[in-house]
């Protein structure tokens, strides 16, 4: 049995923004900074951005312009109402 590491979203989709940063590597990066990485082909980001989305093609955009991955983004979670 092989294990999979299991996405970092959780249930809905969200957006994966692709490109390239100004070194020519592609950059794949969740919308609200929750996970992202670097990678040498545009397949490669690609099928990471679908493992993370829950096989969402429709969700990921490719930008005409320069991305850089931004790691130290803090994550826009969603306030929870306690009662």
């Given at each position: 049995m092989r294990l999979v590491e299991p996405p970092s979203c959780s249930s809905l989709s969200t957006v994966v923004f692709i490109g390239r940063n100004?070194?020519?590597q592609w950059v794949a990066q969740e919308q609200n900074g929750l996970y992202g990485g670097l990678f040498v082909s545009r397949a490669q980001a690609i099928k990471y951005a679908l493992f993370?989305?829950?096989q969402?093609?429709?969700t990921i955009v490719e930008l005409?312009?320069?991305i850089e991955l931004d790691m130290g983004k803090q994550p826009?979670?969603?306030a929870r109402r306690v009662a």
């Amino acid at each position: 049995m092989r294990l999979v590491e299991p996405p970092s979203c959780s249930s809905l989709s969200t957006v994966v923004f692709i490109g390239r940063n100004r070194r020519g590597q592609w950059v794949a990066q969740e919308q609200n900074g929750l996970y992202g990485g670097l990678f040498v082909s545009r397949a490669q980001a690609i099928k990471y951005a679908l493992f993370e989305n829950g096989q969402h093609l429709e969700t990921i955009v490719e930008l005409p312009r320069e991305i850089e991955l931004d790691m130290g983004k803090q994550p826009q979670v969603a306030a929870r109402r306690v009662a």
